[in-house]
């Protein structure tokens, strides 16, 4: 079966006009985020089937022993045709797979789907195991973790240590997504240290460095006018931030962002503080995509130039987006992650 035409018949709300991938859907039928966040760990590190969408999301800046870079990524995605576990193929529970490797010169990327209540795939909290297939990000919790994935052209073994604690974004995790009032709980644990093997075309290549875990789960993440995010997690040299803009029918944007200092203290900043703007675009895949960024923060100081590594990091996967590592210049230097949704 075309795997697009396997991905609409189990994911039916992704042909939807509400927003990128039919996230502005509204469906009273599951739960909502609610103040005050109150999270539960490790039960939280898993699933959430009375959510309808969720996802373990991990992308990673490597660097070879001569200083070569890469990107990664490794993420799980979970969503729900209804608000409940089910068992066997009765399960309403729908899995996504997807993992890449960039290069300068090329951008590796799979997909995988899989159908909840099997064992194909899903997400244990303790010991932590979240698979798909034979992919799997296992550990004996969340801060000791071994990733691994492959496709027809690359493949990764990486260990992760992390060296910090978990960040919580908006307040206390409740992350607001719209004036509408649109959210999800989400929550980070970006101190990753990693080290591993990336085998390549060209051959095997060590490579260490950092990677940046995202949780995030709800039930309509977007409001309606919303047509998808470009999001940004940059590792600075005096901290961390992360960043988004949601695009707008109307051609405006909501933002939010958290700084993070090198010990995991937190600030929360509110639509309007952080401000992302097109600098530069490329033709990918038809698509104009802007792949190089002026970022600010000023109440951190931040005015950086954030432009990636390979501008040609197309996820061509059943719903289409563009993600790959980048280089931070400007008043702070350092690396991150891009990812962009919505690009028709």
Do not use: C
């Not at 070879?64 to 870079?69: E, I, Q």
């Not at 649109?182 to 085998?199: I, N, R």
């Not at 590792?235 to 803009?245: H, I, V």
Request: hydrophobic share 40%; proline share 6%; net charge negative.
């Amino acid at each position: 079966m075309n795997a697009k035409v396997f991905f609409f018949l189990l994911f039916p709300f992704a042909v939807s006009a509400q927003g990128f991938a039919g996230l502005g859907l509204k469906d009273d039928s599951f739960a909502t985020p609610q103040i005050p966040a109150i999270f539960d760990f490790p039960r939280d590190h898993g699933p959430h089937a009375e959510y309808r969408i969720e996802w373990w999301y991990l992308t990673s800046n490597l660097e070879a022993k001569d200083g070569t870079p890469f990107g990664l990524q490794w993420t799980l995605f979970r969503t729900a045709l209804a608000p409940e576990n089910g068992t066997g193929w009765s399960s309403p529970q729908l899995w996504m797979g997807h993992a890449a490797v960039t290069t300068a010169d090329s951008h590796y990327v799979t997909e995988r789907f899989a159908r909840g209540g099997i064992g194909q795939a899903g997400v244990t909290a303790y010991p932590f195991e979240a698979w798909i297939d034979d992919w799997q990000l296992v550990g004996p919790d969340l801060n000791t973790l071994r990733m691994t994935a492959s496709g027809p052209n690359f493949a990764y073994d990486m260990d992760l240590e992390a060296l910090g604690p978990l960040i919580f974004h908006g307040n206390d995790g409740y992350s607001v997504k719209s004036a509408e009032g649109q959210a999800s709980y989400y929550y980070s644990q970006p101190f990753y240290a990693v080290e591993g093997t990336l085998k390549l075309p060209d051959g095997d290549v060590q490579v260490s460095g950092t990677a940046w875990l995202d949780r995030e789960w709800s039930s309509q993440p977007l409001s309606e006018n919303q047509m998808g995010w470009d999001w940004f997690s940059l590792s600075l040299d005096t901290g961390k931030l992360m960043g988004f803009r949601l695009r707008q029918t109307d051609q405006t944007f909501y933002t939010s962002a958290t700084w993070i200092t090198p010990d995991g203290q937190t600030t929360a900043y509110p639509d309007g503080a952080f401000s992302a703007e097109p600098v530069s675009n490329v033709t990918v895949k038809g698509r104009t995509i802007p792949t190089q960024w002026r970022v600010t923060l000023p109440d951190r100081g931040i005015d950086v130039t954030v432009a990636a590594i390979n501008d040609q990091a197309w996820m061509d996967t059943s719903v289409p987006y563009w993600e790959g590592p980048i280089t931070v210049t400007g008043t702070h230097k350092g690396v991150g992650y891009l990812e962009m949704t919505g690009y028709e």
